[in-house]
């Protein structure tokens, strides 16, 4: 059986798109504009801790408005199926009633280095800046699963977020990559919401995302809904 996270609050119909990457992100190098993806050039990637700009951006889908919504009057975290109580919780109580920790946790992009790959093989042609090393500052995900309880039905954990399919239909999903519950009771499984000690930006999963170390980074979704 699977315990799912859920984000309920945005209903997203036509969304208003912009594919521009910050000033203070400009050293990165984009290989696609719908969905954005961007890395960073290899031989800037010498800081012991990957500063915000030069953290790569990888998308599946089209980044939310949610993730320019400063004042997430509506923004909730749904946790449901097999806990043994099911919420939907606001920021403001993820951040009160769970410790806070940080940690630095290397991100990967499963195809980093597909450009070098012979023979070649499709997908975003990322040479070897799909990778960073910031701290993360969030909540363990096995504190809030021990909060609300889990089932000894429950064998895994699937993450639903807030992108849109890049067709632009509400009605398509675009990634959802769990992983064991076993994982997900590890220490360093985190929700986190600050990136190097800020908020996340809209590119890296403003207002939540998982941060699963030792996984592919598309194990670490970003703008959680549920």
Not at 25 to 37: A, V
Not at 94 to 107: D, E, G, P, W
Request: hydrophobic content about 35%; some cysteine.
């Amino acid at each position: 059986m699977q315990v799912s996270l859920t984000v309920v609050a945005y209903t997203i119909t036509a969304p208003s798109v912009s594919f521009d990457i910050p000033a203070q992100q400009n050293e990165l190098n984009i290989l696609n504009d719908r969905p954005l993806n961007a890395e960073c050039p290899m031989h800037l990637l010498d800081d012991s801790v990957t500063p915000n700009h030069r953290m790569f951006v990888r998308n599946n889908g089209i980044v939310p408005p949610v993730a320019y919504d400063k004042s997430l009057r509506t923004w909730t975290l749904r946790v449901d199926g097999e806990v043994k109580k099911e919420k939907a919780f606001t920021m403001l109580e993820l951040k009160s009633l769970f410790k806070h920790y940080t940690y630095q946790i290397v991100l990967e992009c499963g195809g980093n280095g597909r450009a070098g790959f012979y023979p070649p093989t499709p997908g975003n042609q990322w040479k070897y800046g799909a990778v960073g090393a910031p701290l993360w500052t969030g909540i363990r995900l096995a504190d809030v699963l021990s909060y609300l309880g889990l089932k000894n039905s429950a064998k895994y954990l699937g993450y639903y977020s807030m992108d849109l399919h890049p067709s632009g239909d509400a009605k398509k999903d675009v990634i959802s990559r769990g992983f064991p519950i076993s994982k997900a009771m590890d220490p360093m499984t985190l929700i986190a919401f600050e990136m190097n000690g800020k908020p996340l930006s809209p590119l890296h999963g403003y207002p939540a995302r998982i941060i699963c170390p030792g996984y592919p980074a598309s194990a670490s979704g970003k703008w959680l809904k549920r």
